[in-house]
């Protein structure tokens, strides 16, 4: 379950797995910048778009958000804008 931020509220077993894969995320954003979730996307150039501009309002509101954007600036542009 996640809450408007998408931050994890509560994980079953398959999804405590995944994001301890992902060293813990605490938010499908963060997981959606790290570079190693980036080969498990198969429609990241149709979905990138709406995804930056969704990230960017969240990122208003969640501090655990702004730090994984700024974290992945250069990787979330070369997803996004394809550089």
Not at 9 to 15: A, E, H, T, Y
Not at 38 to 44: I, S, Y
């Amino acid at each position: 379950m996640v809450n408007r931020d998408w931050n994890f509220l509560r994980l079953n077993g398959s999804g405590e797995r995944m994001v301890a894969s992902f060293d813990g995320v605490p938010n499908m954003h963060a997981l959606f910048l790290s570079p190693d979730f980036e080969p498990m996307v198969t429609n990241g150039e149709r979905a990138s778009a709406s995804f930056y501009t969704r990230i960017q309002e969240v990122a208003r509101r969640s501090t655990v958000v702004h730090n994984a954007l700024a974290a992945e600036s250069e990787h979330v542009a070369a997803v996004a804008f394809g550089q």
